[in-house]
């Protein structure tokens, strides 16, 4: 079993629609949660980080951290053409600094 | 947030040849710096944790004589693939963590080198 579990889809949604993108883990370990947003051809840019259980928001992105289900998602409202990436999540344990990748999610937004 | 430089961008070489990867902490000191391998539509591939100062740490089936880490300086990171073959052929990406940072909010991608064997 993968460390990390993540839809690859891809995902293709009209502009301005709600998005959605989950992970799922199995390390209960695992304290420190980030999204990654890849455009293609580049490095991974920090969108989220998130420490424990709960809710994060800024601006149209809220992530959600369910350590109970071992379950993060994110959340992008009001979707835009200039979201169309790669989105992975990541997370990492207390101790030690590697971090646990998911395959990435390619979402692409219609305008 | 901080950035983190890779040069170069894009590498073409051949068969057998030696190719130096570089990567910068531009603003900030780096104790460690990762390197990941990425094939397409795929996630990133951790391949060694290198501390400034000391010996890099391998991922379970990285060869360490092939792909050389040297971590000079709190800044600077290299990767050379060493005896380059068309299975190197990758895009290869450093991350930096910083000095006295929490391991998520601190720790910054480069963009990337795309290396191409011939």
């Known amino acids: 079993q993968k460390e990390v579990e993540q839809d690859p889809g891809p995902l293709s949604v009209p502009e301005g629609a709600i998005v959605s993108l989950n992970c799922t883990y199995s390390?209960?370990?695992?304290?420190?949660f980030m999204w990654y947003r890849q455009y293609s051809r580049k490095g991974p840019e920090l969108l989220m980080y998130?420490?424990?259980?709960g809710n994060k928001e800024d601006g149209r992105f809220t992530a959600q951290v369910d350590k109970s289900s071992k379950y993060i998602s994110l959340f992008i409202r009001d979707s835009q053409p200039s979201d169309s990436a790669t989105y992975l999540c990541?997370?990492?344990?207390?101790?030690?600094?590697?971090?646990?990748f998911g395959t990435g999610t390619s979402l692409t937004v219609i305008p | 947030g901080a950035v983190v430089s890779q040069h170069p961008s894009r590498v073409i070489c051949k068969s057998g040849t030696s190719v130096k990867i570089e990567c910068r902490s531009l603003?900030?000191?780096?104790?460690?710096m990762f390197w990941y391998r990425q094939f397409p539509k795929q996630s990133l591939m951790l391949m060694a944790t290198?501390?400034?100062?000391?010996?890099?740490?391998?991922e379970q089936g990285v060869e360490k004589d092939k792909f050389l880490i040297n971590h000079a300086s709190l800044t600077l990171s290299t990767l050379t693939v060493t005896s380059a073959h068309p299975e190197d052929s990758s895009f290869y990406i450093c991350?930096?963590?910083?000095?006295?940072?929490?391991?998520?909010?601190?720790?910054?991608f480069g963009p990337g080198t795309r290396l191409l064997v011939l």
């Open positions: 991350s930096a963590r910083e000095v006295r940072g929490r391991p998520g909010e601190t720790q910054y």
């Open positions: 390390n209960s370990a695992f304290q420190y």
């Open positions: 998130t420490y424990s259980s």
């Open positions: 990541a997370m990492s344990a207390t101790t030690g600094n590697q971090f646990y």
């Open positions: 603003d900030f000191q780096a104790t460690t």
């Open positions: 290198s501390n400034e100062g000391s010996k890099a740490t391998y």
